[in-house]
Structures are given as C-alpha cells and as structure tokens.
T-cell receptor, first 114, second 113 residues
Framework: SQTIHQWPATLVQPVGSPLSLECTVEGTSNPNLYWYRQAAGRGLQLLFYSVGIGQISSEVPQNLSASRPQDRQFILSSKKLLLSDSGFYLC?????????????FGQGTRLTVV | GENVGLHLPTLSVQEGDNSIINCAYSNSASDYFIWYKQESGKGPQFIIDIRSNMDKRQGQRVTVLLNKTVKHLSLQIAATQPGDSAVYFCAESSRRSIRQLTFGSGTQLTVLP
C-alpha cells in the first residue's frame, strides 16, 4: 500500500533562518506531488506541484521554493523565512495520468516563524 | 484558480442527528469533486468523491449530492457521531487543471453529546 511521510511534525524557526521540509512517498512510482499551505481557519492553498523529477510548477509567488531530487521525494525550502511563512504545510500525492483523482495527504508540518 | 467556498463556517449537531455540510463552487468547468475530513493537527482524509456525470453518490453513512445547475455540493452524514467532529473541506478539479485541487475554506462540524 502507498504511504506518505512528512517531517518534522512541528517546527519553530526564527525570522531570516532557512527552511527545509521533506516529504517522501512509498508504494507508488512517478506520483504527482504537491505542497499546500493552510493558514489557521482557512482552506488549503496550493504552493507547488511536480509531475516528475526536477519538474516543479509554482502556483503563487512567494518566499518558498520546491525541489524534487528523486521520484518520490519532494522538498519545500526557503533561504530566509518571513513571519508570514507561518502555517500548516501539507504534502500530498496523486496518481499520474488520471484526469480526476483524489490526493492523499501527509500529516502536515506546523511551522511557526518567530 | 476559481474560488470554492462554503456557506457556513461552523455547524453544531446533536449526536445521532444527520448533518448536512454545503459547498458552492464557481468554476463551471469543474467536473470532479471531493470531500475531505481534517481532524485537528492532521492532514485531510478522503471521504467521498463524485464526478460531474452523477448527481448523487453514497458511501458508508455519507452521501454527496451534486447540483451542477446551481453549482452546489453537499455532504450528508447520517447518525452523526462524536468522531465525526472535524473540519470538512470540499475540493474541486477540472480537466483544465487536472493536476490540482482547489479547496474551500472548510466547515467546522461539532457533534454535541
């Protein structure tokens, strides 16, 4: 069966520090991968998605970047965090090649920038 | 992307009653819809989905209704239980954006004893 792992679960970082969140998927190959951000009491905002190694699409201009160094690894990064980067970050995957398919989510990372 | 919004941000129901959570969408090209349940501090979990060629789909204790004429989606939970307390999101996608889901802001469902 497929599983998705996301870490760390919680993170407190000072303003201006770098960020690296990692997500890995097991049990499938060539998945579509996504990073979402969820502000408190809000819905999920798509930040990045990837359809293959090295292929990253950004949905919103921001202080963050994403990379996919391996087929089942998706990394969210920042060189210098801002207070506004605080939020709940979710990694997700879906099957490639299907027009309409559900996304499976990790357990999320609660990032607090202080 | 276009907005997917919910009518009510909070909903409280008595245990054992039925719950109805509503969602409006504005993208007329949307052809696939999902309901997710998100418990506090966790990632969303899939509940049920429906494609635009259907107007009703049933699962275990849940039913999703789709009204494409008015762009409205609802989730019905039968015999609501304390474990159903969570935030519920609707999400939509279309063939124009097959690789992404657009989420609504969520409804907090609270089940009262």
């Amino acid at each position: 069966s497929q599983t998705i792992h996301q870490w760390p679960a919680t993170l407190v970082q000072p303003v201006g520090s770098p960020l690296s969140l990692e997500c890995t998927v097991e049990g499938t190959s060539n998945p579509n991968l996504y990073w979402y951000r969820q502000a408190a009491g809000r819905g999920l905002q798509l930040l990045f998605y990837s359809v293959g190694i090295g292929q990253i699409s950004s949905e919103v201009p921001q202080n963050l970047s994403a990379s996919r160094p391996q087929d089942r690894q998706f990394i969210l990064s920042s060189k210098k965090l801002l207070l506004s980067d605080s939020g709940f970050y979710l990694c997700a995957w879906s099957q490639t090649g299907l027009a309409n398919t559900e996304a499976f989510f990790g357990q999320g990372t609660r990032l607090t920038v202080v | 992307g276009e907005n997917v919004g919910l009518h009510l941000p909070t909903l409280s129901v008595q245990e054992g009653d039925n719950s109805i959570i509503n969602c409006a969408y504005s993208n007329s090209a949307s052809d696939y819809f999902i309901w997710y349940k998100q418990e506090s501090g966790k990632g969303p979990q899939f509940i049920i989905d429906i494609r635009s060629n259907m107007d009703k789909r049933q699962g275990q204790r849940v039913t999703v209704l789709l009204n494409k004429t008015v762009k409205h989606l609802s989730l019905q939970i039968a015999a609501t239980q304390p474990g159903d307390s969570a935030v519920y999101f609707c999400a939509e996608s279309s063939r124009r954006s097959i690789r992404q889901l657009t989420f609504g802001s969520g409804t907090q469902l609270t089940v009262l004893p």
